[in-house]
């Protein structure tokens, strides 16, 4: 395609007809208001971490299952909810995230602890002073007024991975060293035998309350699908059967939502950039083959050179 024929190719996008209303409800990352099939474990995860509206510590939490069950997503929306009324009240609570596997910054115990320093809002060297003193200013930067915070390691499983449990146990062993505030963690992992693997004092420090959660049946998939398609297309872009279709493979594959919603959003671009006004089965099809290709791709490009 020529430099003239780009440019026109782009003009000709910007006032092309779209099926798409907002196009990123369909992303993994994206934030619904109602969090759907998962009523129980957004109750469950309320009243574990209520106690610090009322300045107590909640106890540790444990989140496991599989990928694509709505652990993240759950967390999120509680916390969010929570940091609302403390704010509302004037409680004072500190929530902190932190995803262990994206946060490349976290592969040292000291860059972990820097890495929570710098989220409290201080600097701190990247490298270079002792371990000991890095705890010593995050410790005091904690204890600095009375508050409680609320630490969420997600993907808590690859920073062992990175790091080992010890610094999961020095965490979880903050609150002797603090005297005004007090810190809870919640850990998520989509390795379901993780913990069995943990020294036994992690374990029983960490587990203090666990959730799991379970996959979801097809059924619940399609609800899933149907209400981000609602937020995510125009009206009447979908053809019978498509929904049910990506719902019924990602069932298959242990009932992964953000897998049927990769499939569903890669079908719907594909339309879109056929100029077709539907989501068809076919879409589906080069989909599902589109997405394989890249995962084969991916296990490849992972394996040692021999």
């Known amino acids: 395609m020529g430099e003239n024929a780009l440019f026109g190719f782009f003009e000709d996008y910007i006032f092309k007809e779209s099926i798409f209303k907002e196009r990123n409800a369909l ?65 004072p609570i500190n929530i ?13 115990e000291y860059r972990l602890i820097a890495q929570l320093i ?14 000991d003193e890095v705890y010593r200013e995050f410790f005091s ?23 080992g449990d ?14 005004r505030s007090q810190i809870s963690l919640v850990g998520i992992s989509n390795d379901l035998i993780f913990m069995d693997h943990v020294d036994p004092r992690v374990r029983s420090s960490l587990s203090e309350e666990e959730l799991i959660f379970p996959p979801y049946n097809a059924f619940q998939l399609q609800d899933i699908l149907r209400h981000r398609a609602e937020v995510a297309l125009k009206g009447d872009s979908i053809e019978p059967g498509v929904i049910e279709k ?5 069932a298959r594959e242990h009932g992964d939502a953000r897998r049927a919603l990769d499939l569903f959003r890669v079908a719907a671009e ?12 076919g879409h ?4 599902e083959e589109s997405i394989e290709r890249d995962r084969v791709f991916d296990v490849v490009k992972s394996q040692p050179k021999q």
């Open 27 to 91: 992303q993994s990352n994206y934030f619904p208001e109602t969090i759907g099939h998962r009523e129980e474990q957004v109750s469950q995860v309320a009243k574990v971490l209520a106690p610090s509206l009322r300045m107590e510590r909640p106890s540790n939490l444990f989140v496991y299952g599989k990928t694509g069950t709505g652990k993240t997503l759950t967390v999120k929306h509680v916390s969010q909810n929570l940091r609302n009324v403390a704010i509302e009240r004037k409680i």
């Open 96 to 108: 902190i995230y932190l995803n262990c596997k994206l946060k490349r910054g976290a592969d040292t």
């Open 118 to 131: 710098r989220e409290l809002g201080k600097e701190i060297p990247v490298t270079g002073l002792p371990t």
């Open 141 to 163: 930067i904690l204890d600095a007024e009375r508050k409680t915070t609320i630490l969420v390691l997600d993907e808590v499983d690859q920073l062992v991975k990175k790091v």
């Open 166 to 179: 010890e610094v999961l146990y020095s965490l979880t062993r903050v609150n002797e060293e603090l005297k």
């Open 246 to 250: 990506c719902a019924a493979y990602a």
């Open 270 to 281: 594909i339309a879109e950039r056929n100029s077709e006004r539907k989501i068809a089965l």
């Open 284 to 287: 589906v099809d080069l989909a």
